[in-house]
């Protein structure tokens, strides 16, 4: 069963999961998300449903993630390295 939501871009597939447990992806959605064969896929189990990714774009989405949160750190670290800064130059000079 196929159901094109053209307007959205999505498509509703059924596949069947064989005794071993495992799936096909239909030709034409690997096409569209461009997977080719050998590529690793990430699955991710949220809220009683099945995420999968390709492992480049969750590696890319790390990247981002990392570099706003070392951003945000170094930011943070500015205000605190300030006031303890003021702390121990306080005890210095004996205050």
């Known amino acids: 069963m196929l ?3 053209n307007s959205m871009k999505e498509k509703i597939r059924s596949v069947n999961i064989n005794e071993r447990g495992q799936i096909v992806i239909p030709e034409d959605i690997r096409n569209d998300i461009g997977v080719k064969g050998g590529e690793t896929l990430i699955l991710i189990q949220k809220m009683g449903e099945v995420i999968i990714k390709k492992e480049s774009d969750v590696l890319d989405t ?3 993630e990392e570099s706003f949160w070392k951003i945000l750190s170094a930011e ?3 205000g605190a390295w300030d006031k303890e800064d003021e702390v121990w130059d306080n005890i210095a000079k004996g205050g």
Request: charged share 20%; proline share 0%.
């Open 3 to 5: 159901i094109s939501m």
């Open 62 to 64: 790390l990247e981002s």
């Open 76 to 78: 943070s670290m500015k």
